[in-house]
């Protein structure tokens, strides 16, 4: 059983295959963390469940490692929980008042104020294999007048007894994203958040504890993941006494809402889990649970061909029908028509929120060029924007009052459009009635779902939630509605690139676009820090064009299909263009990329020389049964000339033998402890060289 509970210490366990998460009701009726890492005996770490002062100042110590926690008496750390009851009174005080034990791996902890009919549910749900355990609260008000919510944390996450803690996080910005950062803490608070609307590209809500002195193949490593999609905030707070609280959960900014008398909030789920591997095994936890537990996908990505690059806004079907027949003979899967295929959509100051087919663009419709593509034994996709409008529209001219705005201002307008204020029940019907209009008159089986600007001027929700948590949660209710109507199609979020990629928006989304920049240099940084938390099972890389139209550089394409072979195989260069010589190819890239994309997407990573190392990067997947590995190796510069390098694999049975083969070369027979140890020589030169080598067990 992964959940215990002893009547004598008083103290719970939920326990995994590897580790030991403890916590228990002290002398104060004060539910506080107790130990989370490595398997223990939890009934021996009974003297660490005690009330502790240290002065007047610091009346109560032991606050500062609440399992969860509000804001009032002497707590004075980031609160779970802040509230103003209908009485004026602002102070919470929650005593332990039972438990539930769901089945086998859920636990419910019930907290009650002292005075007040005001309760609070911490949920927990267990994954043993993978060491992973869900959080998050259920807030109940049973009082006559309604309580005000100022903040609501889904989970407080405790780290105990490390001599330093360090933070590592990602960062970044439009086409710059996931850029890993790491932090030593200092006491005080480390915050990373988003107040625009949605995820955002310039921080995620991931993060990484450890010592400081972990690597990528030892360490302890504490880590957690919060499932929002629209503002989120994550608090890293060091006190004085050595303390890592982590809370995390929707952000308060401008978030705060009225609760009434008989009415319950949830939050979203906060994820977290422990590896004694380093950040490595961290990511394969990771990867693993999404796979199993969070993507609703259950089959392999398509190889597929974005008709972007090649035409932007000026779509026609007749053009779209050589491109498709192109991208048949490279031996793509799905075909995708992107921006401008609707409405006077031109350019991007106009169109946008008319969403019929351009008759003037597809003269015997939008169908006709779907049976064209399916006859070429393809899957067809559409882009869409259904959250915005311009004002040059026929939607805006007919509900101008469907924005967000606020009376007495006109509104910012970015990239030449407003968003649709979602929370209105009327918007949410509208993008609901068209999505099923198109996906029911039209045989689409992928659709591209894009956000392309941040929330301003967010006015007012009609009632309940703001207005911040009203579009998230409208947002995941017509996906998911979506997804029931129509079973068979496919959905990738995309925002401007990877600004709305969370555990929340991928247990709707199948597969996920990570960057507006498809420099493949540039991608590998990005890539990189992507699969520190999310499985590349849904990470889509296109192969573009050299010279790359955002950074300029020219990379052979080889290096480029490599580096968007290591996710899910996109091509949006303009293939009208390409010589025999780079179709013929690309062809091969395409089918030897399916013959290896179950072990690129269902297998596990090994990062065996990140970027930054040296003028190396490496990354090894290793299928799910063992029997095939396949590593892509790139070299960014030579320097002094040539030199071998041995590239030591990880992953491998160190008994077996293994056929390996570089580049489609003749295959040599290696054992994997020879591979793992001695390593496996190299013969990369020049600049911008990249090489794959292709495993089988023997």
């Avoid at 990528?216 to 608090?235: D, M």
């Avoid at 659709?447 to 949660?473: C, F, Y």
Wanted: glycine share 10%; proline share 4%.
């Amino acid at each position: 059983m992964p959940v215990y509970y002893s009547e004598e210490t008083r103290l719970f366990e939920i326990r995994t295959d590897r580790t030991s998460y403890v916590f228990g009701v002290n002398g104060k009726g004060t539910v506080q963390h107790v130990y989370w890492g490595e398997r223990v005996e939890a009934a021996e770490c009974i003297d660490m469940l005690k009330g502790r002062s240290h002065s007047s100042f610091d009346a109560d110590v032991d606050r500062e490692t609440e399992e969860f926690g509000g804001w009032g008496g002497s707590h004075y750390a980031e609160p779970g929980l802040k509230v103003e009851f209908g009485d004026g009174v602002r102070d919470l005080k929650l005593d332990y008042e039972g438990y539930e034990i769901a089945g086998e791996n859920e636990l419910t902890v019930k907290l009650a104020d002292r005075h007040y009919a005001f309760r609070v549910d911490m949920h927990y749900k267990v994954y043993p294999e993978h060491d992973i355990i869900e959080r998050y609260v259920r807030v109940r008000n049973d009082e006559a007048l309604p309580v005000r919510i100022e903040q609501a944390m889904a989970a407080v996450w405790s780290v105990q007894g490390l001599p330093d803690y360090r933070m590592t996080h990602v960062s970044g910005r439009w086409a710059g994203e996931y850029q890993l950062r790491r932090t030593v803490l200092s006491e005080g608070k480390k915050v990373i958040e988003s107040r625009r609307g949605f995820t955002g590209p310039h921080a995620n809500p991931w993060f990484a504890i450890d010592d400081g002195k972990s690597g990528e193949t030892h360490g302890r490593v504490w880590f957690g993941a919060l499932g929002w999609s629209g503002n989120w905030k994550i608090v890293a707070e060091k006190s004085t006494f050595g303390h890592l609280r982590i809370v995390g959960g929707i952000n308060d900014f401008d978030g705060a809402f009225a609760l009434a008398p008989g009415a319950s909030y949830t939050s979203p789920v906060f994820t977290g889990g422990f590896a004694d591997g380093g950040f490595g095994a961290m990511s394969r936890q990771l990867h693993a649970y999404e796979r199993a537990h969070v993507l609703p996908a259950r089959q392999l990505r398509k190889v597929l061909y974005n008709s972007w690059e090649a035409t932007e806004f000026d779509v026609q079907a007749d053009e779209q029908i050589k491109l498709a027949r192109r991208a048949a003979a490279l031996g793509v899967e799905r075909f995708v028509v992107d921006d401008g295929w609707f409405g006077a959509r031109n350019n991007d100051r106009a169109g946008l929120g008319d969403w019929q087919v351009n008759p003037a663009k597809f003269p015997n419709g939008l169908q006709a060029l779907i049976d064209e593509v399916k006859g070429l034994g393809m899957e067809f996709g559409l882009w869409v924007e259904p959250e915005s409008v311009n004002p040059d529209s026929d939607l805006y001219r007919a509900h101008p009052e469907w924005i967000y705005r606020f009376p007495t201002r006109e509104g910012t307008q970015l990239r030449n459009q407003h968003l649709l204020n979602l929370g209105l029940p009327e918007v949410k019907e509208f993008v609901l009635g068209f999505m099923t209009e198109l996906l029911a008159k039209h045989d689409i089986s992928f659709i591209k779902w894009d956000m392309n600007r941040t929330v301003t001027e967010p006015g007012s929700a009609p009632e309940g939630l703001p207005v911040w948590q009203k579009h998230v949660e409208h947002v995941y209710e017509i996906w998911a509605e979506l997804r029931a109507r129509f079973p068979h199609v496919e959905f990738e979020t995309c925002a401007g690139g990877g600004a709305r990629i969370d555990l929340g928006m991928l247990r709707f989304a199948d597969q996920a676009w990570v960057s507006d920049n498809t420099d493949a240099r540039d991608r590998l940084a990005i890539q990189e820090g992507f699969a520190y938390a999310y499985s590349p099972s849904v990470m889509m890389c296109w192969v573009t064009e050299s010279p790359n139209g955002f950074n300029g550089r020219s990379l052979p394409l080889s290096y480029r299909f490599h580096s968007s072979m290591m996710g899910g195989l996109g091509i949006g260069a303009n293939i009208s263009k390409w010589s025999d010589a780079e179709m013929a190819e690309a062809r091969e890239f395409v089918a030897l990329y399916k013959e290896i994309r179950g072990t690129v997407q269902e297998g596990e990573l090994y990062r065996l020389e990140p970027l930054g190392r040296s003028n190396l990067a490496a990354y090894q997947y290793v299928g799910k049964d063992g029997a095939e590995s396949v590593a892509f190796v790139f070299l960014q510069s030579q320097h002094f000339g040539s030199a071998e390098r041995r590239l030591r694999l990880q992953g491998l049975d160190a008994e077996a033998t293994y056929a390996v083969s570089q580049d489609g070369g003749e295959a040599v027979v290696r054992h994997g402890a020879t591979l793992m140890g001695a390593g496996f020589p190299l013969t990369l030169r020049g600049d911008y060289g990249s090489t794959l080598l292709r495993l089988t067990r023997l």
